[in-house]
């Protein structure tokens, strides 16, 4: 099975600084098509995940561009460009190349 | 507007069962894989399993800790999926999600979620 680290575990930035979350697979993720299955979620509290980006750095409809994802291989990041109050949240990568699907630990964003 | 809602979880006892739904809308199911994720109180997510669409096999695959215990299907002329889970243990408690992939477009990932039906194991 896949397996995926994060780091750090959690964050205290102050609002409009830059965030900067690291995802690590054990093994490449690609498929035949070339596309990457590595996406982002952000998920508040009492609510459920949201998607951010899929195929690594392809930003979801709605989301804002403060919000983008980068990597390649084996390793992949998340970057909010100027935090803002309401991006408070824990942030998960996700593989799904190849069953089981595996989720990172997240990333705890808070407030400094 | 597409909706996912689950519904069926509650309390439970170790070793009985319970079936989960989620019923969809807004969007034609037999175009998607449907997965289930849960999330145990103050945990992370984890995968539970997924069945493709008609298309694409119709195949079913789960995660190795609910493998031989759970079973998901689904029904799209009723636009609807679940989850039977059976000899339910203490560490099955979570918030069941369920979810779906584009089949076609399966770099898209987990577009969208529904609110989940919390489930308690428990004597």
């Known amino acids: 099975d896949i397996v995926m680290t994060q780091s750090p575990d959690s964050l205290a930035v102050s609002l409009g600084d830059r965030v900067t979350i690291n995802c690590k697979s054990s093994?490449?993720?690609?498929?035949?098509?070339?596309?990457?299955?590595l996406a982002w979620y952000q998920q508040k509290p009492g609510q459920p995940p949201k998607l951010l980006i899929y195929s690594a750095f392809i930003r979801e409809s709605g989301v804002p561009d403060r919000f983008s994802g980068s990597g390649s291989g084996t390793d992949f990041t998340l970057t909010i460009s100027s935090l803002q109050a309401e991006d408070v949240a824990v942030y998960y990568c996700h593989q799904y190349s190849n069953t089981p699907f595996i989720f990172g630990p997240g990333t705890k964003v808070d407030i400094k | 507007e597409v909706q996912l809602v689950e519904s069926g979880g509650g309390l439970v006892q170790p070793g009985r069962s319970l079936r989960l739904s989620c019923t969809a809308s807004g969007f034609t199911l037999g175009d998607y894989a449907m997965n289930w994720v849960r999330q145990a109180p103050g945990k992370g997510l984890e995968w539970v399993g997924l069945i493709r669409n008609r298309a694409y096999g119709g195949t079913i695959e789960y995660a190795a800790s609910v493998e031989g215990r759970f079973t998901i299907s689904r029904d799209d002329s009723k636009s609807m999926a679940y989850l039977q889970m059976n000899s339910l243990k203490t560490e099955d408690t979570a918030m069941y999600y369920c979810?779906?992939?584009?089949?076609?477009?399966?770099?898209?990932?987990?577009?969208?979620w529904g609110q989940g039906t919390m489930v308690t194991v428990s004597s």
């Open positions: 093994q490449t993720l690609y498929s035949s098509n070339n596309k990457i299955y």
């Open positions: 979810t779906r992939i584009y089949s076609s477009s399966w770099h898209r990932s987990f577009d969208n």
